[in-house]
């Protein structure tokens, strides 16, 4: 009975598919540093390109990106707004990214 019970509130209220933990876990090791810093320390979040909100697979990893924590995911994800989303974040990563290896090296 509980297993129901928590399938339709995970069906109710949108939670992640029991796969997404490996998914997650396999993308960070492939993809370990912030694709707009380049940070590899503190807390990395894989963030969805495309929304599943809006239609994107949770569980393709061509769907997802690796950002930290502070700020490049807030800032560069969701465009220091977490209600927003945004679509050209591998664009803009990889447009701030060059910038900073740029520096790095001026």
């Not at 129901?4 to 090791?29: M, Q």
């Not at 949770?58 to 700020?71: F, G, H, Q, S, V």
């Not at 465009?79 to 520096?103: I, P």
Request: proline share 5%.
């Amino acid at each position: 009975m509980f297993g129901w019970l928590r399938r339709t509130a995970d069906d109710l209220f949108g939670a992640r598919s029991g796969r997404w933990p490996k998914v997650r876990r396999d993308h960070l090791a492939k993809n370990p540093a912030c694709a707009a810093c380049g940070k590899t320390d503190g807390d990395m979040e894989v963030h969805h390109i495309r929304p599943i909100s809006r239609g994107g697979d949770e569980l393709d990893p061509r769907n997802l990106i690796t950002l930290c924590a502070d700020p490049c995911h807030l800032v560069h994800g969701h465009l220091m707004g977490w209600s927003r989303q945004n679509e050209e974040v591998v664009q803009d990563c990889t447009t701030y990214r060059s910038k900073v290896e740029k520096a790095k090296h001026d």
